[in-house]
């Protein structure tokens, strides 16, 4: 889980990208990527969202961007890798939705914690319909994590299906980490388990709204 | 007569010594003949860090090949790798340079993606994670507090 508590942290850098980057002959992925994230980052910052009673609405507008700017679709879909050939339309369906949650759980939480990182677009390539995007987020403390997303294109649109960060892919940490699962128990242990995940953290977020009034 | 018969005696245990040599230089010495078997692919990483030609190539820590070659291009290592024909490579498969043990040699981990594109001999793997260079990290965390 260690790669996971390192993803969250580099997450708050991705939500964390800053107008600062140079706009150096950005190509179309890059200007739609920096777009979007400057969208999330004006909602992080909105004062009145940060109010403590706004938290869910805040949230709510952080988790409209994300689906703006991901394809869970596909990042569930590559991170269940081979065993996803072998899931029904409707597992699938279930599937891409526990696995979006599991996403927001993880991450949400930290992205609350921004706190005026700059980011910086370093490149991109662009390869048929795929995009590598190259960033690097400056921490106020001068720490520099490079942060890569892997875009696909649909449609007009590039959507982002992987997020790389000092060198470690989202995808692959996910990969293995479902393959162990499934291959040791099964299929259904782990929706069981994502399942169970999912309320347990619903339940603590209630305690919390509940102990605080 | 019985001169004869003990030199070649000699003799063919000279040749079969030989031949033992040779089978163990090429065997311990991963060398090919003729290219070897298997189909090539191709993977650009930012940096290979550690990873040599013959360094294996491995599924779920089963050996399916090996590095053939690194070489620069545009300042980023392109690997050709050798894999065994029977093993079909899916178009989101991820190659990941990793180390055996905590400070063990590098090798080269494919995990199978869910696509139904096979990468055909000659093709590319895309998406690929570079190694962790942990002293870069350690560095980070060392100094990074300025």
């Known amino acids: ?213 | 007569m019985e001169r004869t018969r003990v030199n070649i005696t000699v003799g063919l245990f000279v040749v079969l010594g030989v031949l033992a040599l040779g089978y163990l230089s090429v065997k311990l010495g991963r060398v090919s003949f003729l290219g070897g078997g298997g189909y090539v692919v191709f993977a650009e990483f930012p940096s290979v860090g550690g990873l040599k030609p013959g360094s294996t190539v491995e599924i779920a820590g089963v050996e399916v090949g090996r590095v053939e070659s690194i070489r620069l291009k545009n300042y980023e290592a392109l690997v050709t790798l050798r894999i065994d024909s029977g093993v079909k490579l899916q178009e989101d498969s991820i190659a990941s340079i990793k180390t055996k043990g905590l400070i063990g040699e590098r090798y080269l981990r494919l995990s199978p993606g869910g696509s139904d594109k096979i990468i055909e001999p000659g093709g590319r793997i895309r998406e690929v994670e570079a190694p962790v260079d942990f002293e870069e990290l350690l560095s980070k965390y060392i100094f990074g507090k300025v």
């Open chain 1, 1 to 213: 889980m260690a790669t996971l508590g390192r993803g969250g942290f580099a997450f708050v850098a991705v939500a964390t990208l800053l107008l600062a980057g140079t706009p150096v002959r950005a190509g179309q992925p890059t200007e739609q990527l920096r777009v979007e994230i400057e969208q999330v980052i004006k909602v992080l910052d909105d004062p009145e969202l940060k109010k403590d009673g706004n938290a869910n609405a805040r949230r709510a507008a952080v988790r409209r961007i994300a689906n703006e700017i991901f394809d869970f679709g596909e990042t569930a879909k590559r991170s269940l890798a081979r065993h996803w050939t072998s899931r029904t339309p409707m597992e699938r369906e279930e599937f891409v939705q526990l696995f979006a949650d599991l996403l927001e759980r993880s991450y949400i939480s930290k992205i609350e914690l921004y706190g005026g990182e700059k980011v910086d677009y370093v490149g991109e390539t662009i390869d048929g319909d795929q995009a590598t995007i190259k960033t690097k987020i400056t921490t106020k403390q001068g720490t520099e994590i490079p942060i890569d997303y892997r875009m696909l294109k649909r449609g007009d649109k590039w959507l982002v299906y992987d997020v790389i960060i000092e060198g470690v892919s989202l995808v692959a940490n996910y990969r293995s980490q479902f393959n162990k699962i499934i291959v040791t128990s099964s299929y259904a242990e782990l929706v069981k388990k994502m399942r169970d995940k999912q309320e347990e953290f619903y339940g603590v977020e209630k305690q919390k709204r509940t102990s605080q009034r």
